[in-house]
Each structure stands twice: as C-alpha cells, then as structure tokens.
C-alpha cells in the first residue's frame, strides 16, 4: 500500500543553521506533496507545498525540492530561528476512487536553540 | 474567520459510552476528512467526504461512523468507546478533492479524547 518514510525523527539545530527533513514515498503516481508544522496543542498548518511538474519550491526561509526518480522530496529551512520550532509533518497525495488523498509522513520534531 | 472549528476541545469517556465529535468549515469548502493522531504514526485517515452527500472510509475506519450534514459540517461518532481510540482527532476541509485537484488541506485544532 501507499506509504511515506520521514527522517529524522528528531533533529536540533542551533538557531541560525539550517535543517533539513526528507520523506520518500511510494507510489509513482503521487502528485502533490506539502508539508504543515504542528505547534503543541494546535492542528497541522500548511507551510509549503509542491506539485509534481515542479522540481523545487521558496518561500522566504523555506524551500521543498522533489526528486520524482527517486521519489523524494525534502524540507529545508535556513536560519533557523526559535519560533520555528514544532513538529513538521510531510505528506504525499495517492488516488483512491478518483479522489485525491493525503498520506502522512510519522513527522519530525525540530528544536531551535537560542 | 475561524477556517475549521471543532468540538469539544477534549473529552474523557468511560468504554462502552458513546459520542460524537463536531466539526464546521466556514470556506465554503467541498472536501471534509477526519483523521487522529497517534504519536509516532503521524495522521491517519479515518473516514472522508469528497462533497456533500457523499462519505467513504480512510485507512482506519472500524469503530466509526461519520455524517455529512451539510456542506459546512462533518461529523465523527463512536458508538461504543473503546481505550484504543484514546487519541487527538483532527477536521480537515479541502475546496476540491478529485485528485487532480491538489488542494491543501486546513485542519482545525483537534479533540482530545481519552477512553478510560
């Protein structure tokens, strides 16, 4: 069945370096990929996402790039700062009786220290 | 504009007793999922609503059931609680779900609730 693999499960940084979160998925036919930050006690929030005739994507401090070949597609922030810690979560989309569904990574939780 | 309401923020239940969970999208958006949280396994799909009038079951559906009352509001209810539903549910809403359609999902913040 669809599945996504998400690594790391943990990841701290020092505030001002970059981090980096890759995912790898299964199915081919996967189009859509984005990615949501998960602040304690909130819900998910999209942050970014990709499309498949895409091959990366910035916004600001973030930026996504896919490999369609590889079927990857990974999450970069650069100059981390202390708000940007959370739990990032990706997903990728599968079809299932034509309707477009995400599958979700089990998510990394990001530490900034000051 | 609150996006995706739902209710009750968290709850605790006795096994067996039965509840239902709210949720309401003021986007005037087609799509509607449930999902729940479990730590480790990111989120899972229990149950969708592609539009109104239509529901289908996600990855985990057995122990619940789910109404589409209307375009704004989707419903998720466990008729006899058991302790392995103990979980954080999440309301999401799409604008469109075909899968070509490649909508961002807006989630709401989520019910907690404990099975005792």
């Known amino acids: 069945g669809e599945n996504v693999e998400q690594h790391p499960s943990t990841l701290s940084v020092q505030e001002g370096d970059s981090a980096v979160i890759k995912c790898t998925y299964s199915d081919s036919a996967s189009n859509y990929f984005p990615w949501y930050k998960q602040e304690l006690g909130k819900g998910p929030q999209l942050i970014i996402d990709i499309r498949s005739n895409v091959g990366e994507k910035k916004d600001q401090r973030i930026a996504v790039t896919l490999n369609k070949t590889a079927k990857h597609f990974s999450l970069h922030i650069t100059e981390t700062q202390p708000e940007d810690s959370a739990v990032y979560f990706c997903a990728a989309s599968y079809r299932s009786s034509n309707t477009g569904k995400l599958i979700f990574g089990q998510g990394t939780t990001l530490q900034v220290k000051p | 504009n609150a996006g995706v309401t739902q209710t009750p923020k968290f709850q605790v239940l006795k096994t067996g007793q039965s509840m239902t969970l709210q949720c309401a999208q003021d986007m005037n958006h087609n799509s509607m999922y449930w999902y729940r949280q479990d730590p480790g396994m990111g989120l899972r799909l229990i149950y969708y609503s592609a539009s109104e009038g239509t529901t289908d079951k996600g990855e985990v559906p057995n122990g619940y059931n789910v109404s589409r009352l209307n375009k704004r509001e989707f419903s998720l209810r466990l008729e006899s609680a058991a302790p392995s539903q103990t979980s954080v549910y999440f309301c999401?809403?799409?604008?469109?779900?075909?899968?070509?359609?490649?909508?961002?999902?807006?989630f709401g913040d989520g019910t907690r609730l404990s099975i005792l």
């Open positions: 999401a809403s799409s604008l469109l779900g075909g899968f070509e359609a490649n909508q961002p999902q807006h």
